[in-house]
């Protein structure tokens, strides 16, 4: 009795971590947006892709996802939770947060504001990942390509990275300072807030994992092998 409740409390705050983490996640790419200053490569592609159709850049977000998710069919991915989750959750969460912010003009309001939004992210990620309920949609797709290739995942990775950020600069997504600080940034915050937010585990399963910071998306690999990726 004393186990089932153990793993009824854990199974709610694992819960809690993915979809706290989901909707923080959304909230920092709206602080990001509002900055006004560059967005990670996903987001440029989002904005771009929302400037050219008037859909908000956060139903763009589920979308562009809903699409990615289609070809992990051929790759023979498998989604979880947190994938579904991730569709739906991460752009409704821009949105609404976009609703309540206004854009501001001054820099002394813009730039905090981009901080805080890549330090949020870093959270959210720790939150989602530590809540183990599989990948994002679209870092599944990188992994797939690299288990289906064999080339690296840097390899596939900066692939995948430099032709979205480059199909959405074309189409007039935001690329500044912000994407830079954001794609050196994000790997060590996403690193100490998994250590930070890491729920106890049995001394066999301690061995910890890699994260692999994508431009956009932080990448944990687990000892097992399976990967728990942050969209």
Request: glycine share 16%; charged share 15%.
């Amino acid at each position: 009795m004393e186990g089932q409740s153990r793993t009824a409390a854990r199974t709610a705050r694992r819960l809690v971590h993915l979809y706290a983490g989901l909707v923080l996640y959304g909230a920092s790419a709206a602080l990001q947006v509002r900055a006004a200053l560059g967005l990670d490569p996903w987001d440029v592609l989002h904005q771009g892709i929302a400037k050219h159709t008037g859909v908000s850049i956060g139903l763009v977000s589920v979308g562009v996802g809903a699409l990615v998710l289609l070809l992990w069919w051929p790759l023979r991915q498998r989604p979880g939770l947190g994938t579904v989750s991730n569709v739906f959750v991460v752009g409704l969460s821009m949105d609404a947060t976009l609703g309540l912010l206004p854009q501001p003009h001054s820099l002394g309001v813009r730039i905090p504001l981009l901080v805080a939004g890549i330090v949020l992210g870093g959270v959210a990620t720790g939150l989602y990942i530590t809540a183990g309920y599989g990948p994002g949609p679209r870092d599944g797709l990188m992994t797939g390509l690299h288990r289906r290739t064999g080339r690296s995942i840097r390899m596939v990775r900066t692939g995948i990275e430099v032709t979205v950020l480059a199909v959405g600069f074309v189409l007039g997504g935001s690329v500044g300072v912000g994407t830079v600080l954001y794609a050196l940034s994000i790997g060590p915050l996403a690193q100490f807030f998994l250590r930070v937010l890491a729920f106890p585990q049995p001394s066999a399963e301690r061995d910890g994992g890699e994260v692999v910071a994508r431009g956009g998306r932080p990448v944990a690999e687990p000892a097992g092998g399976h990967a728990i990726l942050h969209e």
